[in-house]
């Protein structure tokens, strides 16, 4: 009778054992080498120094009656209390605001057409692209400069020789104009850094996504509203944001064109707290200073919401 072998038992060398660094456990944090927190540390002072200790100094000056220098006493919340309630920073806010709305769309609209047409099949495009970034590398007091001379002189002897009235008088010196002249000039020096980020952004599209649309029947005009708005959005988004922040700031081109002028027509808010400082308003306009901080800081947490996930950059 045959007999049914038994089952042979496994080797103990043959089983599964577990490997020897799951035993060990984990705290989910890589280790990170000292020498990384060697490289971070004098940035990370020179940062301190420079930036991050000054701003709080003049944010708790902003609480006293400071006059930049001597004497001075805590005073609380006066100096906050009275920057809301003063026409002339009000106006210079309202000012600011609207330069910066009218001349970040300005920008915009106008970068995003000549980046559209230096990324299509043009002759010559790669030296257009080179000829309009040239005014980004140049300094906006003395773009503001030029641009002054040739509103206050060229403008008006051409408007005088051709009998064109209301170009014979410089628009710098209209206080209802002088906003258009510092809205050209800001958004003439805006436009190539906005325009490379527009080409960048066209670039990305996929060239197979227009041959379906040719295949579809679709029009230039089509693609452009359908196809190359929408996967260009998060570059939109970001133009818009950064330009934005950045023309709030405002200072040297309307140094350079108004001086803040006709009377306090133009006066940006930068402008305002410069002032100030050499006016003896020291800690007033650290006030004002502070409170331009905090809505820059809004400002900055807004974009940083509306560009999560886009997959910018």
Same mark, same amino acid.
């Given at each position: ?146 641009? @002054? $001379? #040739? ?8 408007? /005088?020789?051709? *009998?064109? !009235?209301?170009?014979?008088? =410089? &628009? ?73 922040? @950045? $023309? #709030? ?8 064109? /108004?001086?803040? *002028?006709? !009377?306090?027509?133009?006066? =940006? &808010? ?44």
């Amino acid at each position: 009778m045959a007999t049914i072998p038994a089952a042979i038992p496994t080797p103990v060398a043959a089983r599964p054992t577990k490997n020897a660094a799951s035993t060990e456990p984990r705290t989910g944090r890589r280790k990170v080498d000292g020498v990384y927190y060697l490289f971070l540390l004098p940035p990370l002072i020179m940062f301190t120094l420079a930036i991050t200790l000054p701003a709080v100094i003049g944010i708790f000056f902003s609480f006293t009656n400071s006059i930049g220098f001597g004497d001075w006493e805590f005073i609380g919340l006066i100096n906050y209390i009275a920057v809301f309630s003063d026409p002339a920073i009000l106006q210079s806010y309202l000012f600011t605001f609207f330069f910066a709305i009218v001349t970040v769309l300005v920008v915009n609209a106008v970068a995003f057409l000549l980046a559209v047409g230096l990324t299509s099949r043009i002759r010559l495009k790669t030296g257009l692209r080179a000829v309009f970034v040239i005014p980004m590398v140049i300094s906006g007091i003395i773009i503001a400069y030029v641009f @002054n $001379f #040739l509103f206050s002189n060229s403008l008006p002897a051409l408007g /005088t020789s051709w *009998g064109v !009235g209301w170009l014979s008088e =410089s &628009i710098l010196a209209n206080p209802d104009l002088a906003w258009v002249a510092i809205v050209v000039v800001a958004a003439w020096q805006a436009i190539p850094g906005t325009l490379l980020i527009y080409i960048a952004g066209l670039l990305s599209i996929p060239g197979e996504v227009y041959e379906a649309a040719d295949l579809d029947g679709a029009g230039k005009l089509q693609q452009l509203l359908r196809i190359t708005l929408p996967l260009v959005a998060g570059y939109v988004v970001i133009n818009m944001i950064l330009g934005f922040k @950045n $023309f #709030l700031n405002a200072y040297d081109i309307i140094v350079g064109l /108004t001086n803040g *002028g006709p !009377g306090t027509a133009t006066r =940006s &808010i930068a402008m305002t707290i410069f002032t100030g400082f050499s006016g003896g308003d020291y800690a007033y306009q650290m006030a004002n200073a502070t409170i331009f901080f905090l809505i820059a800081i809004v400002l900055s947490l807004l974009q940083l919401r509306l560009t999560r996930g886009r997959n910018v950059f």
